[in-house]
C-alpha cells in the first residue's frame, strides 16, 4: 500500500518521502484495512520495529486535518520525549505534558499532539483540565503495561475515565505481544491487529560451546577469549554489527562494559567526546568506570545514572560510535535501541521471599524485540547464553517457543482502588455508591470476571476506609462527596495512606523536626526506599541510637529502617555533600540521588498544602525544606537561593565571600559580585535583591567580569532537573 494513496496531508507525505517511506509494512496496511482512517478503534499488537509509531502518527494526521485533538500516552518520561521529538516538526503543533502533579496545565489545549505519562494525564483529569474533554483520538503505547502490578490499575483507570468523558473518542493501542489481546480488544471494543512479520528477519537461538543453536541449524562462533559474553560480542563487532546485552543487576552491567571495554579498545575523537560529557554529568566512581569504558566503545546503562550520561550513551550507541551496552532490562521496555545481536546473558531474576526466578516471557520477547535495525541490518539475533548441553532445549521451551503470559488488570488492589475511587469521587466522576459500582463495571476488570462479588467487596472495603478517613462523606441516600481533606489529597496526586499519614504526624507534632519529616516522608507508599544492604546496618542502628529523639515514625520494620537510609541520603544531599561523597557512603548511584531529591519535591510540596491547611504553624519549616531539598543547600543559603538565577554552587561561593543575604549583596562591592556571577546575571540579581530588601537602586555599569566567574551550567549540575513524574525510569 502506496503513502501517496492514503488521506494524509501532504506536508506529510512529503516528509515521509524525504525519509524514504513510500510503502506501507504489510501489518501498517492491515490497520488502514481495518478502518485507521474511518475512527475505528484498534489495538495493534505486533513485534517492536514493525511501525506501530507510524500507525499512530497517521492516525493522528489525519484526525487533525478533521479539527480533532490527539492525546499519546506513554509510559516513561524518556519515552515521551523522544515521541516530542518524532512528531515535531510535521505541520502539526506538539506538546508534552511532565509537569508538577496539582497543575491543570490549560496551556496545552493549544496543542494538536499532547505527549503525556499515564500518571501525568492522571493527575490532569484529577485536576479537572477542560482541553481533555476535546480529546477526540486517543493512543496508548505500550498498553500491555495495564497489566504492570505498579501501574497497570493508573493506566486502566485513565483509559476508563477518557472513554467515559469523550464517548466518541476513537482509540488505538499500541501493543508488545501478549498473551490473550483478545480480551484487551475486547474491552475496548477494538479491532485487533496481530502479525508475526517484521521488517528485518529475527533469529533466535542459545549459545553454548562455540555455537548458537537456532532451530534446525546452528552458527559457529570464534572463541579468542574464555568468557561466552564477550566472544558473543566480539563476533558482532567483527562483522559491522552493536550488541546489547542484558543482566540482572547494576553491579553486573557495570562489569561487563569494563571487560567489554578491554577487548574492544575501540579509539575516536567522538567517543573521547561523549567521554567527556559523562564524566562532567557523573563524577562518582560510577561515572568515572562509565567515562572509561566509553573511551573504548563500551558503555552500561541502568536508573543509577543521572540522565545526562543516560542520553550520551544513548546518542553514542545510535550513531554507532558505541558498539555495546550492558543494561538491566529497564532498557528492553524504554528507548528505541535496535541492535544486530542481543545477548540475553542472564534471564532469572532475584525476588524477595521466593529467590531467583526466570523472567517472564513478554519481558525476554521485549528484550528479543531489540534485535534488527531497519534498514541497516541484514537480520537480527537474539541469543540466550546456557550454562550446560541440558539447559539449550530448556531455554528453548521456557522462552523461543513459549506463549507470553496472559496480562490481567491490577484494580482488584485495595490500595489501588482506595486510590482511584477517592479520584472519581473527588472529581465528580461518581457522586453514589451505585455509580462508583457502575463506572468500575465497566473496567477492565471487571470484563475478565464472571462474578463481581469480589470487587464488589473490595469496593466496600476501600470506600469504608476514604469515610473512616476523612476524604469521603456518604449520606443516607447512598450520596457521596470528597471533602476538603480528600479533594486535596487527589489534587496532589496522594495516596490516601500517604496523605493520611502526613496529616496525621503534622497535625500531633509540637515542634518541627527536618530529619523527623524526611523520614516521613520516606515511609509513605508513595517514595521509594533504597534497599537496605547488610553493610547499611550498623550506621542505620547508630543513627536510631543517637538519633531517634528526632524521628517521628515509631513502628520499627524493615520499612522504617530504609527509610533511615533514604532519609539520610535526602539530608546528606541537603547539607550540601557532593554526589560522589553520597554515592561513596550509601551505595547509591547520582541517579538515584536525583530520583529521591525529584520524589521528595513532590512529597514536601504535598506536606506543604496538608500543613497550611491543618497544622499551618509548620508553614515557614515545611517551606523552607522544600526549597533546601529543591537546591541542595543548607539553611543558612536560604535567603540568597531566594534569588532566581542563584544555585546552589553560586549562592555557596556568595556566602563563602561574606556576601549571606539580599541586603549584604546589594551593599558588597559589585566586583566580587560580577567575579562570581558574570555582568548579566549580577545585573538581574541585584535588581531582585533591591526589590525584595524595598530598596531604590541605581544599577550602574558593571565592571568587566573576571575568569572566575560560576559558568551559567555549572548550579544546574549539581541540582536534579525540576520535572517531577519521572515514573519507572
Known amino acids: 500500500m502506496k503513502i501517496d494513496s492514503l488521506p494524509l496531508p501532504i506536508s506529510l507525505r512529503t516528509k515521509y518521502s524525504a525519509l524514504g517511506i513510500t510503502e506501507l509494512y504489510p501489518p501498517q496496511a492491515e490497520c488502514v484495512d481495518a478502518g485507521l482512517f474511518e475512527r475505528k478503534n484498534l489495538l495493534v499488537a505486533i513485534p517492536t520495529a514493525s511501525g506501530k509509531t507510524l500507525v499512530a502518527e497517521m492516525a493522528m494526521q489525519k484526525e487533525i486535518s478533521d479539527g480533532g485533538k ?6 516513561l518520561k524518556a519515552l515521551a520525549a523522544e515521541k516530542y521529538e518524532d512528531f515535531s516538526g510535521k505541520e502539526v503543533k506538539v506538546g508534552i505534558a511532565t509537569g508538577d502533579p496539582d497543575q491543570r496545565d490549560e496551556y496545552l489545549g493549544r496543542y494538536d499532539i499532547i505527549v503525556a505519562t499515564s500518571e501525568k494525564t492522571d493527575s490532569l483529569l484529577r485536576n479537572r483540565s477542560e482541553w481533555l474533554k476535546r480529546v477526540s483520538l486517543l493512543v496508548v503505547d505500550e498498553i500491555h503495561l495495564i497489566g504492570d502490578p505498579s501501574r497497570g490499575a493508573t493506566l486502566e483507570m485513565v483509559i476508563a475515565k477518557l472513554r467515559y468523558q469523550n464517548p466518541s473518542m476513537q482509540i488505538i493501542g499500541l501493543s508488545a505481544t501478549m498473551g490473550n489481546p483478545e480480551e484487551l480488544a475486547k474491552w475496548l471494543n477494538a479491532q485487533l491487529i496481530t502479525s ?21 541449524t546452528e552458527r559457529i562462533v570464534p572463541t579468542p577469549k574464555k568468557d561466552d559474553d564477550l566472544n558473543l560480542l566480539l563476533d558482532t563487532v567483527e562483522e559491522g554489527g552493536q550488541c546489547l546485552v542484558f543482566v540482572s543487576s547494576r553491579r553486573s552491567a557495570e562489569a561487563y562494559a569494563k571487560r567489554a571495554a578491554a577487548v574492544l579498545k575501540k579509539k575516536s575523537a567522538d567517543l573521547d567526546g561523549y567521554a567527556e560529557r559523562i564524566a562532567k554529568a557523573d563524577t562518582t566512581p560510577s561515572g568515572k568506570v562509565l567515562a572509561n569504558a566509553v573511551k573504548n566503545g563500551a558503555a552500561f546503562h541502568h536508573a543509577g545514572l543521572p540522565r545526562p550520561a543516560r542520553e550520551a550513551v544513548e546518542e553514542g550507541f545510535r550513531k554507532g560510535d558505541i558498539q555495546v551496552i550492558a543494561s538491566t532490562p529497564t532498557l528492553a521496555a524504554g528507548l528505541n535501541l535496535p541492535a544486530r545481536r542481543v545477548i540475553i546473558r542472564d534471564y532469572q531474576r532475584y525476588e524477595a521471599g521466593v529467590g531467583m526466578s526466570p523472567i517472564p516471557v513478554m519481558e525476554y520477547r521485549q528484550m528479543a524485540g531489540r534485535a534488527g535495525r531497519p534498514r541497516l541490518d541484514p537480520y537480527g539475533e537474539a541469543v540466550l547464553i546456557a550454562k550446560d548441553r541440558g539447559a539449550v532445549d530448556r531455554l528453548f ?11 490481567s488488570s491490577q484494580c482488584q488492589k485495595e490500595n489501588e482502588l482506595r486510590n482511584h475511587l477517592l479520584a472519581l469521587i473527588a472529581t465528580g466522576f461518581a457522586s453514589t455508591r451505585s455509580e462508583v459500582e457502575g463506572f468500575m463495571e465497566k473496567s477492565f476488570y471487571a470484563s475478565q470476571k464472571a462474578t463481581h462479588r469480589r470487587l464488589d467487596r473490595n469496593i466496600g472495603k476501600a470506600l469504608e476506609y476514604l469515610v473512616q478517613s476523612g476524604m469521603i462523606t456518604e449520606e443516607a441516600d447512598g450520596s457521596m462527596w470528597g471533602t476538603q481533606f480528600g479533594v486535596l489529597a487527589s489534587r496532589l496526586y496522594l495516596d490516601p495512606e500517604t496523605a493520611s499519614m502526613l496529616r496525621e504526624m503534622l497535625e500531633k507534632q509540637e515542634t518541627f523536626s527536618t530529619f523527623g519529616m524526611l523520614h516521613l516522608l520516606c515511609m509513605t507508599p508513595d517514595m521509594f526506599r ?41 539530608e546528606a544531599w ?38 497550611h491547611e491543618f497544622a499551618p504553624r509548620f508553614d515557614a519549616d515545611v517551606r523552607d525544606l522544600e526549597i533546601r531539598i529543591e537546591n541542595g543547600v543548607k539553611a543558612e543559603l536560604l535567603p540568597l537561593i531566594s534569588l532566581r538565577g542563584i544555585g546552589r554552587i553560586r549562592a555557596r561561593r556568595l556566602f563563602n565571600r561574606g556576601i549571606t543575604t539580599p541586603e549584604e549583596l546589594l551593599a558588597a562591592d559589585t566586583r ?9 546575571l549580577a545585573k538581574n540579581v541585584l535588581e531582585q535583591a533591591a526589590k525584595k530588601t524595598g530598596k531604590t537602586m541605581e544599577i550602574a555599569e558593571l565592571p568587566e567580569e573576571k575568569n572566575e566567574t560560576v559558568p551559567a ?8 532537573q525540576k520535572t517531577l513524574f519521572d515514573f519507572g525510569e
Open 196 to 216: 508475526e512479520w517484521r521488517p528485518v528477519d529475527l533469529r533466535e537461538g542459545v549459545y553454548h560451546n562455540g555455537a548458537i543453536h537456532f532451530h534446525g
Open 530 to 570: 533504597f534497599y537496605l544492604k547488610a553493610s547499611d546496618e550498623r550506621l542505620v542502628d547508630q543513627v536510631f541510637s543517637e538519633r531517634g529523639d528526632e524521628l517521628w515514625c515509631e513502628e520499627l520494620s524493615e520499612e522504617f529502617f530504609a527509610a533511615v537510609k533514604t532519609a539520610l541520603v535526602a
Open 397 to 407: 521451551e521456557e522462552f523461543i517457543d513459549a506463549p507470553a503470559e496472559n496480562i
Open 70 to 75: 490527539c492525546l499519546y500516552i506513554v509510559p
Open 672 to 680: 566580587d559580585v560580577v567575579a562570581i556571577l558574570g555582568n548579566v
Open 713 to 720: 551550567t555549572a548550579s544546574e549540575e549539581a541540582k536534579p
Open 574 to 611: 541537603c547539607e550540601e555533600v557532593p554526589e560522589e561523597i553520597i554515592c561513596e557512603n550509601f551505595g547509591v548511584g547520582a541517579g538515584d540521588i536525583h530520583a529521591v531529591v525529584e520524589n521528595l519535591r513532590w512529597l514536601m510540596h504535598a506536606a506543604g498544602r496538608i500543613a
